[in-house]
């Protein structure tokens, strides 16, 4: 099988996914299904289109709060559950820091019916990172919502993209699982790096189980 220029039947080491990491994704597909139910077959991946995000290309800017809009729609979230802010900080001033450790991007406040996002304003800088990052902050509020704890171990951020693909937002996930770039301002030069919890190979067969569902399992109970 071939998704994404991934085939799972070659030889390729580079996408070549371990049976312990093969095992987990299946366990927690199933337990995800238990929770919400079989995949729709006839529902659509979320792709960065006017489709899905009516709201954020409606104007020509990028807008966090219009994002929001949109994710709290897909997500089936009332509008008010969910709130943000733009924090600033010393990379906003420029002027020459040192940070050990990633740089502050996303966190939210779980508590259920009143989420907050705080939000970096240089994530601002980066669209497609922001909404990377804002898409995964909303399947942590969709579990939170469905009363599912998921901080509490070693494997909560490879579960949240797990979540993520089984809610429908693998493409977009998975096009944006490393961040790598530099920006000059001022004749001082900034550097950032972002790799996601989850492996690539992981990812890849991952967004292969809900088509492999839809198409050999219980067809008829998936509608």
Not at 26 to 50: C, D, H, I
Not at 180 to 190: A, E, I, L, Y
């Amino acid at each position: 099988m071939k998704i994404f220029g991934v085939n799972f039947g070659s030889s390729s080491n580079h996408f070549k996914i371990i049976e312990d990491d093969r095992t987990w994704l299946e366990e927690n597909f199933r337990w995800l299904k238990s929770a919400f139910g079989y995949p729709n077959k006839r529902q659509e991946q979320v792709l960065l289109t006017p489709k899905f995000f009516p709201a954020t290309y409606s104007v020509t800017t990028v807008s966090v709060d219009n994002i929001v809009t949109d994710l709290c729609k897909l997500f089936g979230l009332a509008r008010n559950a969910v709130a943000f802010e733009i924090v600033t900080d010393i990379r906003d001033f420029g002027i020459p820091y040192q940070m050990e450790g990633p740089p502050f991007e996303c966190e939210t406040d779980l508590t259920k019916g009143h989420y907050k996002i705080s939000i970096a304003n240089d994530l601002q800088k980066r669209p497609q990172r922001l909404l990377h990052r804002l898409i995964y902050e909303f399947i942590r509020i969709r579990l939170t919502e469905s009363k599912i704890e998921f901080d509490g171990d070693d494997d909560a951020g490879p579960f949240i993209y797990l979540a993520g693909i089984y809610f429908g937002f693998g493409v977009i996930l998975s096009q944006n699982l490393s961040d790598v770039g530099r920006s000059s301002q001022g004749g001082w030069q900034s550097k950032w790096g972002y790799v996601s919890e989850i492996a690539e190979p992981v990812m890849a067969y991952g967004l292969a189980m809900p088509t492999f569902w839809a198409i050999t399992i219980l067809p008829g109970k998936m509608s």
